[in-house]
């Protein structure tokens, strides 16, 4: 027989039920900074879509983010310590029309390796083996992601050197390194990003199959091969184009407007889906007149008429 499981004590079910609710969910204006490094322009675009639902910030996943927090003021206090000035923290910096989007650490400036010279500070912690990679290999290397990151800030923000900071979560241990600006590095992701706003389908799977390692952790992965339904908002409709020559702007093609970011949620009652994004089903015919397209599913064979009353079935 199964043991019986201990109950979760109720000072401690309190304080999960405190740390989380129904509404706390997170999702980017735009695409993140942090996603800069996202090998896959599908996933890319699909999460600039936001074809997935947002994640859930669990009671779990609010403490790691507070401790991310936490952990960033402490690196910050180190640079204090030593007479060096920080200031900074949370500038923005936006690219792309407002699409492209992010918060800086901190700058900062007084650093004994060239005093007179302002940096970036990005600020970051890790387990061990992540950890042990990037003061091995240096950030390039063992952190591609938040090489990409920082690279668009210097860019953004028109600053030539960063000071990348990483704390060992498991023994407090530092690494600190001075990386110089790649212009063309730089200039490349934002114009890939650029690119795959615009895009009015997705891209190309970076995966061959289903089961491929790097997708194993995708959050659009079910999206992207079909398996469940995009969501139906302004932003998986054929008629909603992001604009560029703005501050993160959408317009609507079939209200002839420009949408707010409450509108983008909601959709409306004319909304279609891009055919595309609708992966497992196949674009047979369509009626303008009438604003519905018909699919027909890759498997079952099933009909489904998009815009008319009835839902697809995945």
Partial sequence: MAPIPRPT????????????????????????????????????????????????????????????????????????????????????????????????????????????????VECKSAKQEVFAKVKKLGVKE?????????????YGLGIDRVLYMMSNKNDEDLHLERVNFDHDFAIHQVARVERIINMPEPPGRLCTKRDDFRGMFCRQAEVCWGEIKPRAHCRSCIHATPLLDGNAGWDCSRWQKPLSLDEQAEGCA?????????????????????????????????RWVDGAAAEPTT
């Avoid at 675009?45 to 996943?61: G, N, Q, Y």
């Avoid at 063992?142 to 210097?154: C, D, I, R, S, V």
């Avoid at 047979?284 to 397209?293: L, R, S």
């Fill in 9 to 120: 004590p109720s000072t401690l079910r309190a304080i999960q039920h405190a740390l989380e609710s129904d509404e706390d969910q997170w999702e980017s204006v735009g695409v993140s900074a942090g996603d800069i490094g996202m090998e896959c322009d599908r996933a890319l675009w699909l999460t600039f879509r936001r074809a997935s639902v947002p994640e859930a910030i669990d009671w779990r996943k609010r403490r790691i983010f507070e401790r991310g927090e936490i952990e960033e003021e402490r690196l910050l206090d180190l640079l204090r310590l030593v007479g060096i000035e920080v200031w900074g923290q949370q500038d923005r910096v936006r690219a792309a029309g407002g699409h492209l989007r992010g918060k800086i650490d901190g700058r900062a400036l007084g650093l004994p390796e060239a005093a007179k010279t302002e940096h970036i």
């Fill in 142 to 154: 063992g952190k591609p992601e938040h090489y990409a990151t920082f690279q668009f800030y210097m």
């Fill in 270 to 302: 004319a909304h279609l889906f891009i055919p595309s994004m609708l992966a497992a089903y196949e674009q047979v015919d369509a009626d303008e007149e009438a604003e519905t397209i018909t699919y027909v599913h890759r498997t079952t064979g099933e």
